[in-house]
């Protein structure tokens, strides 16, 4: 409601927020031991985003950007977390200077090769294994088919983290993320089979 009743709150809040995670960040960084920052946000819902495009570039994407700016000057590539679909804005997200995207989600409808292809060099794409049906519900046979697929999809010119499209859950066996890893271990090095 604030983004029409009071857009100004929403700026001011955004500032104070930038403020502060830039300086908490910064004191973790100075303590040593970071090699990435990941900051973690839903933009998008399975289908769409959750707000307008103009509202993410008027409201949002702005103090993201100066966020990421703040981070990146610390010498340390920044990951965004944002799951669901959102195909609007990914390349206002990727002009914001991250360098990886988490977890392009498969049941939302990100498409990996896509995302590979029309970022390849400007982003590392993390993810895509299904893990609200696939990881759930699936066999360690289909566990590797999907593996292998997305191995397929976003390894080749390197730039390409194998994971899950969220997360490991609760609902997913312990079968199935043993599974997975196995995957991984036989699918996941160069030269791609």
Same mark, same amino acid.
């Given at each position: 409601?604030?983004?029409?009743?009071? &857009?100004?709150?929403?700026?001011?809040?955004?500032?104070?927020?930038?403020?502060?995670?830039?300086? %908490? =960040?910064?004191? =973790?960084?100075?303590?040593?031991?970071?090699?990435?920052?990941?900051?973690?946000?839903?933009?998008?819902?399975?289908? *769409?985003?959750?707000?307008?495009?103009?509202? !993410?570039?008027? !409201?949002?994407?702005? %103090?993201?950007?100066?966020?990421?700016?703040?981070?990146?000057?610390?010498?340390? &590539?920044?990951?965004?977390?944002?799951?669901?679909?959102?195909?609007?804005?990914?390349?206002?997200?990727?002009? +914001?200077?991250?360098?990886?995207?988490? &977890? /392009?989600? #498969?049941?939302?409808?990100?498409?990996?090769?896509?995302?590979?292809?029309?970022?390849?060099?400007?982003?590392?794409?993390?993810?895509?294994?299904?893990?609200?049906?696939?990881?759930?519900?699936?066999?360690?046979?289909?566990?590797?088919?999907? /593996?292998?697929?997305?191995?397929?999809?976003?390894? &080749?010119?390197?730039?390409?983290?194998? *994971?899950?499209?969220?997360?490991?859950?609760?609902?997913?066996? +312990?079968?199935?993320?043993?599974?997975?890893? %196995? =995957?991984? #271990?036989?699918?996941?090095?160069?030269?791609?089979?």
């Amino acid at each position: 409601m604030n983004l029409f009743m009071d &857009p100004e709150l929403i700026h001011e809040m955004n500032e104070a927020y930038v403020d502060w995670a830039i300086e %908490a =960040a910064t004191l =973790a960084f100075n303590e040593g031991g970071i090699d990435a920052f990941q900051i973690s946000d839903d933009w998008g819902g399975t289908n *769409a985003l959750l707000i307008s495009p103009e509202q !993410f570039r008027e !409201f949002f994407i702005p %103090a993201f950007e100066r966020l990421v700016k703040g981070l990146t000057e610390l010498g340390v &590539p920044v990951i965004m977390h944002n799951d669901g679909n959102i195909w609007d804005v990914l390349d206002d997200l990727v002009n +914001t200077g991250i360098k990886g995207y988490h &977890p /392009v989600e #498969k049941s939302a409808g990100m498409d990996l090769q896509l995302v590979k292809t029309k970022f390849q060099g400007k982003i590392c794409p993390v993810g895509n294994v299904n893990n609200k049906t696939t990881m759930v519900t699936g066999t360690p046979e289909t566990i590797k088919t999907e /593996v292998k697929e997305c191995i397929r999809l976003g390894a &080749p010119g390197g730039g390409y983290i194998i *994971a899950t499209d969220h997360s490991i859950h609760d609902d997913i066996s +312990t079968e199935n993320v043993l599974a997975f890893i %196995a =995957a991984v #271990k036989e699918y996941g090095n160069y030269p791609i089979l």
